[in-house]
Each structure stands twice: as structure tokens, then as C-alpha cells.
């Protein structure tokens, strides 16, 4: 009895702890550039005498606003960032002048560098004495800077929305695809069940890797193109799943009464047998979820999956993954460990859901 009780509070805590992560990620995704420190598209501000550093790493930097009269809507920069970011240099020291500051650029390759910019350079009414309060301070980047001089941390969280991203919409593909074709197999059977599972035979042997690449391929590489190979490869299991519960379920009464009662197949396959399926399809597409962020993660590593400068966690582990054996293995390792975790939070839900759905469950 203990070790039931001990079974149920593992299986409970790991689902909790699952739907958790989720959330967090689903948060961050929206909240996104609102959360970064660096609220450029895509976290894209290079400095590149900053490339490579460590977790903690912490400088001065001078901000100049941007030159360009262009107004932005709030909305604009909550969805897609700021366009329009204040140019930052990385700075060792300086010295505040009567008409302006001198900065020495922090840089370990070309040390002593020096460079003057006026007041005007700040603003109309700036004064010397108000560019320190203003447009200096100091900069911590929480997981450190990349080969370019990017944030990391700002990079990792915009990440979690391109892979929520895929695995929401290719699941949404395959769900209406997978739903359609084997509904319409297993309810009608015949010659359009065994086309139906000839189509779904061909694709199965298909290699799911060689056939994403191969119609990302023929899409073209960009944002939305990962996201319809993706789902156009995830539908098979989809209706293998479908068609077997038709199957299993149109063969009883109350479905029956319903062709009795004179109600259109489509009203029958959709009202009546179909909400039935729920459970299986739950578990599938938890599974689906997990498999479309490997996928994307996989094409973005192999570079026909997003493109930069979008942050990808796959593209992150591209251009990082050299580090693994030059002693900064942080940087590829802290993508990696961030899908793991998304990943083992859709597989544990799914592990769950299967367990609650199960028929021979005891």
C-alpha cells in the first residue's frame, strides 16, 4: 500500500512539476521582450570585444540613443522588439569633457582604444554632466555573451517561443490532417480505408527526418516553412491513432441509434465518435509537441531550419557547439539542457495522459 502511495505522489509530482515548465514557457514566450534584457529583434545587438564571456560577466556601457525619427507602437515592440535599440559600446573608462566624453572601448585583442563623442551625440539638451547619470551603466549578462557578443539569456528566452511556436502549429497541422483522412478511413472503410492506408504506409516509410528536410527543401528555408514541413510529417501517427478508434467505436450502439435516427455520417463521425477519441489523441499529441521541438531543434542545427538572426535553441547549439572541447562548453550546453527540459515536460504529460486513459489500467 506504502508503495503505492509513494508511486501516485511521483506520478502526481512529475505531471505538476511537467505543466509547470510549460507554463513558465508559455509566459515567457509571450511576455518575451518584455522580459529580455536586450529588447532588440531577435536579441540581436552584437558587441563583438565581448564575444565568449562567462555566466556573470559584468561591464560598463555607454547607450546612444538612436538618430532615426521613427515612431513605434507599443504593440509592435511587445510582439516583435524593439527596431529601433540605442547603440551600446562596452567601455573600460572614461572621461567627462566640457562639450562632451571620452571612453576607452573595453576590448582585450586591441586594448586603449579611444574614441570622443560630443553631447550632441546624446540628445539636443544633453549636458556633459548628465551623460554618467543617463546613458552609463553598468551591464550583467546573467549566462554570458555568445561568439558575436550577444546576451545569452535574452537569446535562450526568445528561443522558447520558436519552439512553442513550431510545436503548436505543426501539431495543429497534423491534428486536422491526421483527424480528417483517418476518420474518414476507419468510418467508411472500403476502397477509401485502403487508400487511406496505402497513403499512410508510404509516408510511415518515409524516414521523418529525410522527409521534413526534403519538403523544407522544396518550401524554401524561412520561418513558417519549418513550421508546415514540420506539421506535414507529423499527421501519419495522427491517423493511425484516429483510424484505429473509429474503428473500435462505430461498431456500437449509440452510434448506431445515431445512423437510425437518420444523422449524417459527418454529424456522426464528428458529434458522436470522434469526442470519444480524446483520450488517445491527447497522448499523441503531447508526443507530437515533443517530437516537432527535436525536430525543429535538428533542422536549425543542420541550417534549413529557422534562419538566423531569429533565436533558435538549435542554432544556438550550431554555432556554439566547437566550445564543447575549447572550455566554454556552457554555451551549447545551455540550449541543449533547455529543450531537454521542454521536451521531458510534454513527454512526462504524455506518459501521464496514457496512463489515465488506459483501458487495462487497474
Not at 214 to 242: C, D
Amino acid at each position: 500500500m506504502q508503495n503505492t502511495t509513494n508511486r501516485a505522489f511521483l506520478y502526481d509530482l512529475g505531471g505538476y512539476l511537467a505543466i509547470g515548465v510549460i507554463i513558465i514557457c508559455a509566459i515567457i514566450s509571450v511576455f518575451a521582450y518584455v522580459i529580455v534584457p536586450d529588447n532588440s529583434v531577435n536579441a540581436n545587438q552584437m558587441h563583438l570585444s565581448i564575444h565568449s564571456q562567462s555566466p556573470g560577466f559584468e561591464v560598463k556601457m555607454m547607450s546612444i540613443p538612436s538618430s532615426k525619427d521613427k515612431e513605434i507602437s507599443s504593440f509592435y515592440s511587445f510582439l516583435l522588439g524593439n527596431p529601433d535599440p540605442a547603440i551600446q559600446y562596452p567601455i573600460s573608462s572614461y572621461e567627462i569633457g566640457d562639450h562632451g566624453i571620452l571612453i576607452e572601448h573595453y576590448n582585450f585583442d586591441y586594448p586603449g582604444q579611444r574614441e570622443w563623442f560630443s553631447t550632441s551625440s546624446f540628445g539636443a539638451y544633453t549636458s556633459a554632466s548628465e551623460i554618467v547619470n543617463k546613458h552609463i551603466s553598468n551591464h550583467k549578462f546573467l549566462l554570458g555573451t555568445d561568439l558575436f557578443g550577444r546576451d545569452v539569456l535574452s537569446r535562450l528566452l526568445l528561443g522558447t517561443r520558436i519552439s512553442l511556436s513550431i510545436g503548436l502549429i505543426s501539431v495543429f497541422i497534423s491534428l486536422i490532417i491526421g483527424i480528417i483522412i483517418g476518420g474518414l478511413g476507419g468510418f467508411f472503410g472500403g476502397n477509401i480505408d485502403k487508400a487511406v492506408m496505402w497513403v499512410i504506409n508510404v509516408t510511415w516509410s518515409i524516414p521523418t527526418l529525410l522527409l521534413v528536410i526534403a519538403i523544407s527543401v522544396a518550401l524554401g528555408k524561412g520561418f513558417w516553412q519549418v513550421f508546415i514541413a514540420v506539421g506535414l510529417t507529423m499527421w501519419v501517427e495522427v491517423a493511425r491513432i484516429v483510424r484505429g478508434q473509429v474503428m473500435s467505436i462505430k461498431n456500437r450502439q449509440y452510434v448506431i441509434a445515431t445512423q437510425v435516427l437518420g444523422f449524417s455520417s459527418f454529424r456522426t463521425l464528428f458529434g458522436h465518435i470522434l469526442p470519444n477519441a480524446f483520450g488517445p489523441l491527447a497522448v499523441i499529441t503531447a508526443s507530437n509537441f515533443a517530437a516537432a521541438i527535436l525536430i525543429e531543434s535538428g533542422l536549425s542545427f543542420l541550417g534549413i531550419g529557422v534562419q538566423p538572426p531569429i533565436p533558435s535553441w538549435g542554432t544556438m547549439i550550431k554555432d556554439h557547439y566547437q566550445f564543447l572541447v575549447m572550455g566554454k562548453p556552457y554555451l551549447a550546453l545551455i540550449p541543449g539542457l533547455a529543450i531537454m527540459i521542454l521536451v521531458s515536460s510534454f513527454m512526462i504529460i504524455g506518459n501521464n495522459l496514457r496512463d489515465r486513459y488506459d483501458p487495462q489500467k487497474s
